[in-house]
Nanobody, 123 residues
């Protein structure tokens, strides 16, 4: 099994940037597609972005296209989410997740989850 640990969250002003990191244990990181999700208070967990095993295919939710970038470094067992032009509505706890099969947009399709990191964007 895989353990995932997120880092990089914080408090920023609207228009600012953050880079989230998710580091995985084990030596089979490249066997998993990786995704980022977020959850705001009182709302369901929302898909944000996903990247395939090789890093060659990506998918974003419409609300972050052009602002967020997902990428991975398999040699470091790490997936990143670069967030630019942040908006207050981006405020949430952000989670990374691993999928044994294929990158997907549904939370139920992922097999392993990190503990989450808080992102707060002020007006």
């Amino acid at each position: 099994q895989v353990q995932l640990v997120e880092s990089g969250g914080g408090l920023v002003q609207a228009g600012g940037s953050l880079r989230l990191s998710c580091t995985a244990s084990g030596r089979t990181f490249s066997s998993y597609a990786m995704g980022w999700f977020r959850q705001a208070p009182g709302k369901e967990r929302e898909f944000v972005a996903a990247v395939s095993r090789s890093g060659g295919n990506i998918y974003y939710v419409d609300s972050v296209k052009g602002r967020f970038t997902i990428f991975r470094d398999n040699a470091k067992n790490t997936v990143y989410l670069q967030m630019n032009s942040l908006k207050p509505e981006d405020t949430a706890v952000y989670y990374c997740a691993a999928n044994r099969n294929y990158y997907a947009t549904g939370a139920s399709e992922y097999d392993y989850w990190g503990q989450g990191t808080q992102v707060t964007v002020s007006s």
